[in-house]
Every structure is written in structure tokens, then in C-alpha cells.
């Protein structure tokens, strides 16, 4: 019984971050913007439907969308002064964004309580349900098939197409006409709002969130999932999702002193991520390696 | 007059690599601009093409300014062009390059999001009017090998058919067959005169002057970044400045 809720538990988890992977490839992998403040939006989604349900008992559905809406204004707002930078430059600007979400949510206390998190958030009720354990997963794997499909054929458009032009040489793109600006910015607002949509559903189900949740470590570990699983490929974001958060969970089984399993398992982990990225840098179901430049 | 440049004028960091540039192109002609190396013939594309910003000048295409407006803006009025350096999306296939060169419906986000349907016959019919201009240049075979893995050559047929697939009425070619074997040569010569006949205009920069004596209406020559003759090929060939330009100044 301990065991099947463990590995439901795990499953609910990879569910979110394969959301959260999926909309981050959108703009990373498919249009090439280096976003390194992803989580911000995860953040914002999670924050957003939670203090609606805790301090005006907005029900789940509701703040669900709400947050999802909320990330992709911030997504907007983020693309404004930031969407003309390049590369590296995008970078910084994403990770600034990210610090000073964090900090907003750590020092505006008597919105968020800062440090010491909101508890106590609801679980959803879906037709007098209330959804925990296995219907939460059914919950979950309900938005990672709504995420894959949309996302799915965005992709697969012409409206993808040009998004894939754009990563590969943005000049050109703007001397065959497109408006690479606006096809930037759609494209960081579509995955803000998915990364605010996981976010929604982490809150309510760990029913707890503090600013810790949601610093710059666990953008590197989203990064991580779409390098590992294959940039610019959907169903990649979710193999890099499934093996980034299984392989600290397999280690843990191994026959390791109570003392040492921390940092073995660390580095454990680290391995075999370098071993996959110098055996296959293309990620496993990636279609190319970023750019040497 | 199809294009009309007049006293262009642009520096970098108080180098003048364009100065008092001004002329013309006719509809329907080709039309080669030459000159020595950092001559600022590309300079002038990319004024032409709006990817840089002129400190002084007009550019009138088709009677209208151009000047300022964003590059994509300018694309759709009806100019495209090639890159001196092969400019292809390497990582895209050779159709989809060709593709995305004139816009389509489900490159609009919603139409893509709520209308599948509509998509799936504009992209039909876009698809059999590359493979058109893929035909043209005889990759039709290549349409689904990536960019990157096509040879020097084919690169370049394929960076000229996109060009062309964008129907844009004036196409600049920067250095159309540098680095080309004579086979692919005649082959792209051929391709520029029917494109001639059809009513489509052509500037081109290039340094091999048999190509362009042969193909040319007119040529601009440039040196200095300012334009210091312009006429038929033959006239270009007995000018003493263009000859002192390539040669250097007679030595007495």
C-alpha cells in the first residue's frame, strides 16, 4: 500500500514536470530562446491559484486558469523590454527575472508569507470528489495529454515551422518577412501558460508551497529534462522528465549506509547525466544539438 | 523604375563604407553591381533589405519610401535576397526551407491553434509550388534531406530557389555563383534569364566579370562605397576609372 502510493506519487510528480518540460522546449527547443527563468512562471501559476483558494476560496478550476492566465501576462511583460536580446543575453535576463520572482515571493510577506510558505491549500473537487492519491493522477495525466497535444501541433504547423526558422537563423527569418518579434513573444507567452497551468496543480497537490519550490535550481533541473530528453522534441520532454526524476529514485535503493546515500546519490546522478550527454548530445529523441558557434 | 536609390550615405564607427551611392533599376533587368572587395556592394543590400538603417539616403521601391521600415515589412513588399555566405536553415529540411518563404496561412497562431483543415490545403498547394522552384533548380530528389547535409553547390541552388519561391519581384543575389562549378554555373545563368523573360528583376553582386559581361543589362560599378560608373557591359569594360579601380591608377 506504501509502495503503490509512492510510486503514484512519483508519477503525479513526473506528470507536472513533464508539463512544465513540455512548454519550456516551446520556447527553448523549438524557437531557440534560452530561458533560464522558466520556473518564475511555475511560480507564479503555483502562488496564483493558491492565495485565490486560500483568502477568497476561489474554487480549484477557476485558479487553475487564472494561474495559467497570470504567467503568460508575466510571460508577456517579460517579453516586452527582452524579446530583441540574443542568446546568451536572453539568458541573463531570464535569470534576473527568475531571482527577482523569487525574491517577491520570499520578502512580500504579508501577501505570501514569505519563508514560511501558505499551508493548507485545498485539494480540488471535481463533481463533489475530492481529488487526492490516484484521481489526482488521472488529473495530472488529463493536462499532460491537453500540453502534449497542443503543444504537439503547434509544432508540427507552419506556425511552428517558422519558430524552427527563427532558432536556426532569426535574419533570415526576418528577410523572407516573418515578424520574428511576435512570433517570439507568442511563443514565450504559450509556455508561460502551461508552466503556470503545473504550477496550479503542484500547489494543490502538495497542498503547500514556501519560495524554495521555485529558485533558479529547479529551472536547471527543467533544463535539464529537455537537453536530456531531446531539444525541440515533445515526447523527449517527457522521457527527460521521466529519467531526471527516476534515476535519483532507483538509487535509492542501493545498498548504500544511511551516511553516504546523500552525496552518492548525487553523484551518481551526475554520471550518468554527463555519460548520456557525451554519448548521444543530441538528447534521446532530439533532432540536433544546440549550435557550436 | 523599379528601385531608386538615391545619395545613400552610411558609416561604421566613422568609416564610410557608403557615400553619395545613387542609382536605378528598371523593371525586367539584370542588373549586376561590382566593384573590388569592401567596394560596400553587401553594405548596399543591406540597406536596400532594411537589416541596416541608412544616415542618409532615399530608397524608393516601387515609387514608395522603404527607408526605416522593419526588414519583414520590406520583404513583403516584394524584395528578397540571397547571403554571400549560404544562409539556409541547416537543421530544416530542404522543402521546408523553401516553405517558409512566402507566408501561409498556418503561420498565423490562432489558424494554426482552431483551423486545422484549412491549413492542411494551403499548405498542400504551397508545398506543390515549391516543389515547382525545387524542379527548376533539379533537387527536387533532395526535398527531405536537412539543409546541412547538402553539398556546397546544392546549398547554393536551394538558397536561390527559396528565393524565388518568395515570388518577390525584385531578388538580390549577393555572389549567385562564387565558388560554383562551371556545370552549376551555366545552369544558374540559364535559370536568371528565364527569370528575365517572366518579368522578374534581378541585382546581383558577383566578381567572376565573364558571368556578368554575359548576362547583365546594365553595371554599376562601385568603389570607395560610392558609384563611379554605370552602363552596358561594354561601356563598363573601356571605363578608365573602372579599370584604374581593379588595377590601380596608370603608372606613367
Known amino acids: 500500500m506504501a509502495f503503490e502510493a509512492y510510486i503514484i506519487n512519483l508519477l503525479i510528480l513526473i506528470g507536472i514536470f513533464s508539463i512544465l518540460a513540455i512548454s519550456l522546449n516551446l520556447a527553448m527547443g523549438f524557437t531557440g530562446l534560452l530561458n533560464i527563468g522558466h520556473i518564475a512562471f511555475y511560480g ?16 480549484f478550476w477557476i485558479g487553475l486558469v487564472a494561474g495559467g492566465l497570470l504567467a503568460a501576462f508575466f510571460g508577456l511583460i517579460l517579453a516586452i523590454p527582452t524579446i530583441k536580446l540574443r542568446g546568451d543575453y536572453l539568458a ?7 531571482i527577482i520572482m523569487e525574491s517577491i515571493f520570499r520578502n512580500w510577506i504579508s501577501l505570501t508569507r514569505g519563508p514560511l510558505g501558505l499551508p493548507g491549500i485545498p485539494k480540488p473537487v471535481f463533481f463533489g470528489l475530492t481529488l487526492s492519491g490516484f484521481s489526482y493522477l488521472i488529473l495530472v495525466f488529463v493536462f499532460v495529454i491537453i500540453t502534449y497535444l497542443f503543444i504537439t501541433r503547434l509544432t508540427k504547423s507552419p506556425f511552428g515551422r517558422v519558430l524552427k526558422a527563427i532558432r536556426e537563423d532569426e535574419l533570415v527569418a526576418k528577410s523572407l518577412g516573418k515578424n520574428t518579434l511576435k512570433f517570439k513573444t507568442i511563443a514565450l507567452v504559450i509556455s508561460a501558460f ?28 527543467v533544463i535539464a529534462m529537455i537537453i536530456i530528453g531531446g531539444l525541440a522534441s515533445v515526447p523527449g520532454a517527457v522521457v527527460g522528465a521521466f529519467i531526471v526524476l527516476l534515476i535519483p529514485e532507483v538509487l535509492r535503493f542501493l545498498p548504500i549506509p544511511s551516511y553516504a546515500i546523500g552525496a552518492v546519490r548525487q553523484i551518481l546522478f551526475a554520471l550518468i547525466l554527463v555519460i548520456l550527454l557525451i554519448k548521444r548530445p543530441q538528447g534521446i529523441l532530439g533532432e540536433f544539438a544546440f549550435k557550436k558557434k | 523604375m523599379l528601385l531608386k536609390v538615391r545619395k545613400l550615405e552610411k558609416s561604421f564607427d566613422g568609416i564610410k563604407a557608403v557615400q553619395d551611392c545613387s542609382f536605378a533599376v528598371e523593371k525586367s533587368k539584370i542588373v549586376a553591381l561590382i566593384g573590388p572587395n569592401g567596394a560596400g556592394k553587401t553594405t548596399v543590400f543591406n540597406l536596400i533589405t532594411g537589416l541596416i538603417k541608412p544616415d542618409a539616403g532615399h530608397i ?10 522593419p526588414p519583414h515589412r520590406i ?7 540571397t547571403f554571400q555566405l549560404i544562409r539556409l536553415f541547416p537543421n530544416l529540411t530542404t522543402i521546408d526551407n523553401l516553405l517558409l518563404a512566402k507566408g501561409e496561412l498556418g503561420e498565423d497562431f490562432l489558424a494554426a491553434v482552431f483551423k486545422p483543415k484549412q491549413i492542411k490545403h494551403a499548405e498542400e498547394t504551397n508545398r506543390k509550388r515549391c516543389m515547382e522552384f525545387l524542379k527548376l533548380v533539379g533537387l527536387e530528389e533532395k526535398r527531405d534531406s536537412l539543409a546541412k547535409n547538402l553539398s556546397y553547390g546544392q546549398r547554393k541552388l536551394v538558397e536561390i530557389a527559396r528565393a524565388l519561391s518568395t515570388e518577390a519581384d525584385l531578388l538580390l543575389l549577393d555572389e549567385p555563383v562564387a565558388g560554383v562549378n562551371p556545370v552549376m554555373r551555366e545552369k544558374i545563368k540559364d535559370i536568371l534569364l528565364k527569370l528575365k523573360k517572366e518579368g522578374k528583376t534581378i541585382l546581383f553582386i558577383e566578381h ?16 570607395h562605397g560610392e558609384e563611379i560608373a554605370v552602363g552596358t557591359p561594354k561601356q563598363i569594360q573601356k571605363n578608365k576609372k573602372v579599370l584604374e579601380a581593379y588595377l590601380g591608377p596608370e603608372k606613367i
Not at chain 1, 541573463?92 to 527568475?98: G, M, P, R, V, Y
Not at chain 2, 567572376?208 to 568603389?223: G, H, L, T
Open chain 1, 44 to 59: 507564479i501559476g503555483a502562488y496564483t491559484s493558491a492565495l485565490l483558494a486560500l483568502s477568497l476560496g476561489v474554487p
Open chain 1, 92 to 98: 541573463l535576463a531570464t535569470l534576473a527575472f527568475a
Open chain 1, 194 to 221: 502551461f508552466a503556470g497551468i503545473a504550477g496550479s496543480l503542484y500547489a494543490h497537490y502538495i497542498t503547500f508551497i514556501d519560495p524554495s519550490t521555485f529558485s533558479i535550481l529547479e529551472s536547471i533541473l
Open chain 2, 60 to 69: 524608393h521601391f516601387k515609387g514608395e519610401p522603404i527607408i526605416g521600415l
Open chain 2, 75 to 81: 520583404a513583403g513588399l516584394g524584395i528578397n535576397r
Open chain 2, 208 to 223: 567572376d566579370m565573364k558571368f556578368v559581361m554575359r548576362i547583365a543589362d546594365k553595371v554599376i560599378v562601385m568603389d
